[in-house]
């Protein structure tokens, strides 16, 4: 990550278009056809209102003060949570973000009593957690 400021703070409403095109982005970096891209372009939509949702959390990653990475969270019980998304802007894949925001994730998790988060990982993603990982 070199010397480049990396922050995480919480997602605001107005980025969720924003984090939308990065999502696809992202999923795009990975070679995927442009009809499954199509189909699967309102599951990786966000809107304002899920950003603000009680039984989700969303994380942004910027570098430099510039978005590049995200992640969501989403409440299952008292002690589950589910990893719904994480994306990494596909300039800067490869360079330990998403490592970083897997931790911040599982903090977070931890922050809310989760004692288990759920992993739905795409197939190129790196495996850095067992899909049910005990936080």
Do not use: N
């Not at 189909?39 to 590049?68: C, H, N, P, T």
């Not at 977070?108 to 957690?129: C, K, N, S, T, W």
């Amino acid at each position: 990550m070199s010397d480049d400021t990396v922050t995480i703070r919480s997602a605001r409403r107005d980025e969720a278009q924003q984090l939308s095109e990065l999502a696809l982005r992202s999923k795009a970096h990975w070679g995927y056809s442009a009809a499954f891209l199509a189909a699967v372009r309102d599951e990786l939509s966000y809107r304002g209102d899920q950003i603000e949702s009680a039984d989700m959390r969303f994380a942004v990653l910027e570098v430099d003060g510039a978005a590049v990475g995200f992640y969501a969270l989403k409440l299952l019980s008292a002690a589950a949570v589910e990893l719904d998304s994480l994306f990494v802007e596909p300039r800067c894949i490869g360079r330990g973000f998403g490592r970083t925001l897997i931790e911040h994730a599982k903090t977070a998790a931890r922050q809310l009593g989760a004692r288990q988060m759920i992993i739905q990982g795409d197939p190129y993603a790196e495996p850095v957690l067992d899909r049910k990982s005990v936080v």
